[in-house]
């Protein structure tokens, strides 16, 4: 079994969905490995990764209303030196994921059709986002 792992990093605009199969997939290809598991983790408690639909942007737009609405930047947060968004989206990237594991195939990332693999941004400044991929297999 082999191994390879590579940071990448990912700029950000603001609060959205970024997606990042391109960037994955190309540490994916890097690692020469053509049969595995990748994982996907990032190196920040305000953004998050996620699975999503990568066809139909009203998914990724509901997801981001729903989020929203479930945590308000208006609640009265006791955390709030970095700004009204930093709590917030601390809350989001804890009830998403940090940490992704995706099946490797023919040295690819093995993707459902209609998936994507996307960087959630929570925070409205722009970021530079720092992702550790991580491929393992044959």
């Known amino acids: 079994m082999r191994q390879g ?3 990448i990093t990912v700029p950000t605009s603001g609060t959205g969905f970024y997606l990042i199969d391109d960037q ?3 540490a994916v290809a890097h690692s020469e490995i053509v049969t595995g598991m990748c994982t996907v983790f990032i190196l920040h408690t305000s953004a998050s990764l996620v699975i999503q639909e ?3 942007p009203a998914v990724l737009r509901d ?3 729903w989020m929203s609405e479930m945590v308000p930047e208006t609640r009265d947060w006791e955390h709030c030196e970095e700004g009204p968004d930093d709590m917030p989206a601390h ?8 940490s992704l594991s995706i099946p490797v195939r023919d040295a690819k990332l093995c993707l459902g059709t209609w998936q994507g693999l996307f960087l959630w941004e929570h925070r409205a400044a722009p970021n530079q986002r720092k992702l550790i991929v991580h491929v393992q297999g044959e």
Do not use: F, Y
């Open 63 to 65: 997801l981001e209303s």
């Open 54 to 56: 990568n066809a139909d």
């Open 24 to 26: 994955v997939g190309s």
């Open 5 to 7: 792992q590579i940071q």
């Open 91 to 98: 809350v989001r990237s804890l009830l998403t994921a940090t």
